[in-house]
């Protein structure tokens, strides 16, 4: 089967982390800093902090922003549960917004509105989670006039967005938002098997962040509350978890770092090739803003499915068959099982609606062989056309 996505490991890699086990530090080492610093660096960020994953880095996020119970966090329904589940860890609410027809990304005039409704029943959110889909860009401008506006706070989940551009600038440099996150996992643009990042311009929100990864304590004289006892002396402050990377994480993600231009630069010839040979199908290609320079974490088409021979499930399982690795980002949270309780409706969300009915995430990865790419193009033309 060809995957939707996987890691590109080298030697380099392979010596990083070997040169770890072998060294003293296989946690709490220097290798977790230079990771940082070197993502720092990459986005024109203040503050880097690497967790043991996005999901732990968005529900960091939240609580150093103050969520909790009685607050509101919205995000994009087309997303990993991780968006959305960080708001409930917190014991806080979610709800949704629609996206944009033409990208799958949170719809700033969805976000208006939803917002002018929301002043008038006196419920506006704390936070906004905007979801940079497949690796591009929201409007953030929109979206960060709008937190001005309404008084929220952004947290852009860039979880497939390391490496991308927005108005020229990395996505990670917080332009736009109080905080961004990344994440690691193998399928994503750069990986530490496991593993996110927390970027901000924020020095309060750092300092709350470097104490909620690591139980709540520090070893910071500053923030002590009593006159140190002793050279063992710390103090746990606040509660926090463990949601430290580990040394072996740190140095292969440091190691990928090196190739990151590398990656995105090689989903841009997969993607060129994906875009002409798809153009004489009945599927929509992604489109691009420009605005925006996207990561293509994913390569999603939408079926034009009166055109199509099959059906989407059909399509889905023909290509399956046919060993194509092909996948679905995202079926919409409000439908998960657990989200049921919430009680939302299906027809507030049309264009996520819409989105679902007809999306395929095709093999993307930078390892993607020539002739491995013509099969998927070859599978997908068999399978769609009559
Ligand atoms: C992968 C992903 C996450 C979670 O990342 P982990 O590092 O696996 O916790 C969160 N949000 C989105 C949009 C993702 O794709």
Redesign the pocket.
């Known amino acids: 089967m060809i995957p939707y996505g996987r890691q590109d490991i080298n030697e380099a890699d392979l010596e990083a982390v070997r040169q770890v086990l072998l060294s003293d530090f296989l946690t709490q080492g220097p290798q977790v800093p230079a990771f940082e610093a070197a993502v720092r660096n990459y986005c024109s960020a203040q503050y880097a902090f690497a967790m043991n994953?996005?999901?732990?880095?968005?529900h960091v996020a939240c609580m150093a922003m103050g969520l909790k119970e009685g607050g509101l966090l919205w995000t994009s329904p087309v997303?990993?549960v991780?968006?959305s589940n960080c708001a409930l860890y917190c014991g806080a609410e979610v709800d949704f917004v629609d996206v944009d027809a033409a990208t799958y990304n949170m719809s700033a005039d969805a976000l208006r509105q939803k917002l002018e409704a929301a002043k008038a029943a006196g419920k506006l959110p704390d936070i906004v989670v905007p979801?940079h889909?497949c690796g591009q860009s929201c409007d953030m401008r929109a979206i960060h006039e709008l937190s001005k506006q309404y008084g929220f706070k952004v947290i852009e989940?860039a979880?497939?967005a390391i490496g991308a551009k927005y108005l020229g600038k990395p996505v990670g440099s917080c332009e736009y938002s109080d905080i961004t996150?990344f994440?690691?996992?193998p399928?994503?643009i750069v990986t530490s098997a496991?593993?996110?990042m927390l970027m901000t311009n924020d020095a309060k929100i750092a300092e709350r962040v470097e104490l909620l990864r690591s139980h709540g304590i520090t070893r910071n004289p500053e923030l002590m509350q009593s006159e140190s006892e002793g050279p063992w002396y710390y103090e746990q402050i606040d509660l926090g978890y463990n949601y430290r990377m580990t040394e072996l994480q740190g140095a292969l993600g440091l190691s990928q770092m090196s190739r990151l231009d590398a990656f995105v630069a090689r989903r841009h010839e997969i993607k060129t090739t994906y875009d002409a040979a798809l153009a004489a199908l009945p599927v929509q290609i992604p489109y691009q803003d420009t605005d925006a320079h996207s990561s293509l974490?994913l390569y999603v088409v939408r079926l034009d499915l009166d055109r199509c021979k099959h059906s989407h499930r059909e399509t889905f399982e023909l290509l399956r068959k046919k060993g194509i690795g092909v996948n679905l980002?995202y079926m919409p949270i409000y439908r998960q099982p657990y989200y049921k309780q919430f009680g939302f409706s299906k027809d507030d969300f049309p264009n996520a609606e819409h989105y679902y009915k007809e999306a395929i995430s095709l093999p993307m990865f930078p390892t993607l062989t020539a002739a491995d790419q013509q099969a998927v193009i070859d599978a997908l033309a068999e399978v769609t056309t009559r």
Do not use: P, Q, R, Y
């Not at 994953?53 to 968005?58: G, K, Q, V």
């Open positions: 994953s996005a999901t732990s880095a968005l997303s990993f991780a968006s979801v889909l989940d979880s497939h996150i994440s690691f996992h399928v994503k496991e593993g996110g974490h980002h």
